[in-house]
C-alpha cells in the first residue's frame, strides 16, 4: 500500500520538477531581454 502511494506520487513530483526548471529557463530569459 505505502510503496503504491509512493509510486503514485513519484510521478507528480517529476513533472512538477520538470515544469519548475522550464519556468526558471523561460523567467531567465525574459530577465535578460529585460535588462538589455
Do not use: C, F, G, N
Amino acid at each position: 500500500m505505502e510503496k503504491t502511494t509512493y509510486q503514485a506520487l513519484q510521478l507528480p513530483i517529476e513533472l512538477i520538477q520538470e515544469t519548475l526548471s522550464v519556468l526558471d529557463r523561460e523567467t531567465a530569459v525574459l530577465v535578460e531581454q529585460a535588462l538589455s
